[in-house]
């Protein structure tokens, strides 16, 4: 029986999407839009097992979401191109418009946790241009490293209370993170403010500013 071309065809896309399928892989290629990182870094972020999180990202890769480097005794894994983060994107969008449960959450989330409107890029330069406010990269140093917003200072965000010294008098800080799910930033606004210091967070985070063609810097 000849097998009908348009089944190898779906059999391809059904590839990307049953990668997809798994809440634990969606997390990782999260991760992985942030920049090149480890085994074990992905799987600390993911909140999964080292043996777990390389069986999910060995998924990724086969269906050409994710590409592999080996220098022993790592392995780093980071996004197969950007054309695969603004697939991510893209979904995020998708489940946003058609999945008000989704609109629900994140709002729950945020909600009653940082009252002020976040910035907009075109926003963060402006004032950045003026020196009016100090910018803050609250990720870990490894993401951090991988790639930040010009001009950004590294202080994770369980580091903010013994790195205040190192603010500048003065300016507001602008803190950032991982993107629209990411609580890091809205964690160290609230630390921020409850220390008496004018704070706001930057509408989305670093993946996202990259995308947006934005200067980038590599550490």
Not at 41 to 67: H, Y
Request: proline share 5%; hydrophobic share 45%; charged share 25%.
């Amino acid at each position: 029986m000849q097998v009908d071309a348009s089944e190898a065809i779906f059999g391809q896309f059904a590839r990307i999407t049953g990668a997809l399928s798994s809440p634990s892989r969606l997390k990782l290629l999260d991760r992985l839009c942030q920049g090149e990182q480890t085994v074990e870094q992905l799987a600390e972020a993911a909140g999964l097992s080292i043996s777990n999180a390389s069986r999910q990202l060995r998924m990724l890769a086969e269906c050409g979401l994710a590409s592999v480097r080996r220098d022993p005794p790592r392995v780093y894994y980071r996004v197969a191109g950007e054309g695969v983060v603004r697939f991510w994107f893209a979904l995020r969008e998708l489940a946003h418009a058609q999945l008000a449960e989704l609109d629900r959450i994140v709002t729950e989330l945020v909600a009653g946790r940082d009252a002020l409107v976040p910035i907009s890029h075109d926003q963060l330069l402006e004032r950045m241009a003026a020196g009016e406010v100090v910018l803050v990269d609250v990720r870990p140093e490894p993401e951090y490293r991988s790639g930040h917003i010009p001009g950004a200072l590294s202080i994770p965000v369980e580091q903010l209370a013994s790195q205040l010294a190192n603010l500048p008098a003065g300016k507001e800080v602008v803190a950032y993170c991982r993107g629209p799910y990411c609580m890091l930033a809205v964690e160290a606004v609230e630390a921020l403010r409850g220390r008496g210091i004018a704070a706001v967070r930057l509408e989305d985070g670093f993946p996202e500013w990259k995308a947006a063609g934005r200067p980038v810097q590599v550490n």
